[in-house]
């Protein structure tokens, strides 16, 4: 296993380029002989771990543990505070407006709706699809795809939400590799001193490849994302 890249590291809190098709700790359904990032991560740095937050296995992108047990409360906190920034990026199919929010409530493992919200931001259109900037103020599951799944924007790649014949079109014609949802950018207060973190790591390799297939996206937007 490679090393994950490291995105910031001190006593408190450790932040890490997650991969793709890597899941952040174990649950009922990982295999026996899985590695996860939880594990990758703490490895790599010789220190126990808390894990605050997540990412689903095919989403990739910036992702913070806590180094110390005492930490965990007041990230995760932070986290969930109203003035963090959780940025991603997502291609989806069809032409959206130039911005938009949406705040349908989404049901919990329980069925109980929770509240919900996401703002997007069109950064781009080409092949039928648009490119997005997505910020979420709450996390519920699979916050981001639900909801562009319910707009009729469906995430291309999504093998859950997404439409099969377009993501097979893609995964023919261009190589697209997975999913594309990348978690881009996290800017949170630093739990000891209430500092800014602004954690970023760019568009992966594998994702800036596929569009660098497709026929009609402008050079520029390269150093965009």
């Excluded at 408190?12 to 990032?37: I, N």
């Excluded at 703002?119 to 259109?125: G, Y």
């Excluded at 519920?140 to 014949?165: C, E, P």
Aim: aromatic residues 8%; glycine residues 6%.
């Amino acid at each position: 296993m490679d090393q994950l890249p490291i995105l910031h590291l001190d006593d408190d809190l450790l932040a890490v380029a997650k991969p793709a098709g890597m899941t952040v700790h174990r649950d009922t359904w990982s295999r026996y002989d899985e590695r996860f990032v939880l594990q990758t991560a703490s490895d790599q740095v010789g220190r126990f771990l808390f894990p605050v937050h997540r990412l689903d296995r095919n989403t990739s992108g910036v992702i913070c543990f806590a180094c110390r047990r005492e930490m965990a409360g007041p990230l995760q906190a932070n986290l969930a505070a109203e003035e963090a920034v959780k940025e991603y990026l997502v291609l989806v199919r069809g032409e959206t407006p130039e911005s938009f929010v949406s705040d349908r409530p989404l049901t919990n493992d329980r069925k109980e709706p929770r509240p919900a919200r996401t703002e997007f931001r069109r950064l781009a259109t080409f092949s039928r699809c648009s490119l997005l900037e997505a910020r979420i103020s709450t996390g519920r599951h699979h916050q981001i795809r639900r909801h562009l799944n319910h707009l009729a924007h469906q995430v291309i790649g999504d093998s859950s939400y997404g439409k099969g014949r377009i993501n097979a079109f893609f995964r023919a014609e261009y190589g697209l590799p997975r999913m594309f949802l990348h978690a881009r950018r996290l800017v949170i207060a630093h739990p000891r001193d209430g500092a800014t973190l602004d954690l970023r790591d760019p568009l992966p390799a594998d994702l800036r490849g596929f569009l660098a297939r497709l026929p009609d996206v402008e050079p520029a937007l390269f150093d965009t994302v």
